[in-house]
DNA sequence: TCAATAGTGTCTTTCAGACAATATAAT
DNA sequence: ATTATATTGTCTGAAAGACACTATTGA
């Protein structure tokens, strides 16, 4: 250990300032399509591209705290709205390069959210809107958020298998379709609705219902549906597992 | 939004600084008991509390990086041997108060160690220790460590769950009966021997066979095992489930 | 010989998935 | 009437867990 470390190890002034940032893979459901939130950077670097929302940690916050503040800011959204957007911690990403500027390491941050209201440009932003999931392969963008999106839609159809979070995309009272539609936008693949059906209301605690029916049928007919709001339990047991990926598994 | 937030948005270094480190929930089996490595601190804040090994993240470090050096230093551990270890990101903690000097955002790491051998302190330790987990509640942690220790141990039990991991615990080649050991003390259970054996050797690419046996049996008799080496799976499909746990899951 | 462990066989229950059937409501 | 959707029923196969059994080896 040289001299420089030495001192380090009391004193983290020694090695040059590092920044933490919380940013934020905000996914919600449009239009029976997976959206993801971006805003395009109005400053180098990458001016003009897209870019998760985020920016740096105050002194005062927590990192989830920052992260929901950053959402707030870019989705004008407050109070009971914002109250039901589920966020929490997905990773952090520090690689010393990232950043051209300087060392910054990113508290990256999922969120679910109900469909929300368009978007509105924060300070460092010319623009910010939800960009359909299926878009994104041909949009290029800044620094490594291209690799932090990968992971959180990784870790959003992972959270869906095991959690009740699923219902955090919907309003407070849903039907059964309406959480499978949740669960095949999300996951990509059509699912049996008499089976899902089965399954949602056999796993205790994911749902409770609300005694209501929805006050007319499907748009293109078909029965009153019956009403559920999420139940209590935090974890789906048995879960409900995405159709066999062999192929991711190796 | 205030000057000085709106400046810093532009330029971090308006705001005090942070400091980032790395720390290690490092795991090990030793004895049938699972271990935690910890140091006992030799600086306040804490001096003479156990705490966590970790450190300054340096300027040219990985995440990842900084926590296998900080894991290196603590185990006095190189080369073949610390390449064996796996080492994953946990979680970043930050909240504004957690370490009285400054602000520091933690990015706690995971660690599964075959056994090895003693620890060695480094330079902010006077002692560093690898203790049995059984015996933590006794102990009073630094900082918010008791929390990252506990997010540690659970990821830890769900990942043996879902991961081929437990083989990390292990020697190269090692017997079933010590794999289930591994389970077994990870997640605090007995396991049924004959069921677990027929499950293990079921799920694709899990372990493979050396062709070998033991050259003894077990120290109060039985037959030479088989054995095996970790198999090529990153996945366990289907998974090895933890035996029921409504208890956890509301 | 006795006790402990490895490994296999069998049965029951649970659960996932395929498929069918019935009922209801919009057009 | 036609069509779409909600909901329930039935069957099959995979898998988990309980239990029993045999074979092997150290003490």
Chains 1, 2 share one sequence.
Do not use: C
């Amino acid at each position: 250990m040289n001299e420089q470390d030495f001192l380090a190890s009391y004193d983290p002034r020694a090695y040059p300032a590092v920044a933490v940032t919380a940013d934020v893979v905000a996914l919600t459901i449009r239009d029976n399509a997976l959206h993801l939130l971006l805003i395009r950077r109005a400053e180098p670097p990458y001016a003009g591209h897209w870019a998760l929302p985020g920016g740096f940690v105050r002194p005062d916050e927590d990192l989830t705290t920052a992260a929901r503040r950053e959402l707030a800011e870019e989705t004008g959204l407050g109070g009971d709205r914002l109250r039901r957007v589920h966020v929490e911690q997905l990773a952090s990403y520090g690689a010393p390069e990232r950043d051209p500027r300087m060392r910054i390491v990113s508290v990256a941050h999922l969120a679910f959210a109900p469909d929300l209201p368009d978007a509105t440009a924060g300070t460092d932003a010319d623009e910010a809107d939800w960009v359909p999931v299926a878009e994104l392969p041909g949009r290029e963008l800044a620094f490594d958020h291209r690799r932090i999106v990968d992971d959180g839609l990784e870790r959003a159809r992972s959270k869906l298998e095991y959690t009740p979070l699923a219902t955090r995309f919907l309003a407070p009272e849903f039907t059964i379709g309406e959480l499978r539609a949740v669960y095949e936008t999300v996951w990509g693949h059509p699912l049996h609705a008499g089976n899902f059906h089965r399954k949602v209301l056999s796993v205790p605690g994911f749902v409770e219902s609300t005694g209501a029916n929805t006050e007319r049928g499907g748009s293109r007919g078909g029965p009153r549906a019956r009403l559920y709001r999420a139940g209590d339990a935090r974890l789906l047991h048995p879960a409900l597992l995405r159709p066999a990926r062999e192929e991711t598994v190796r």
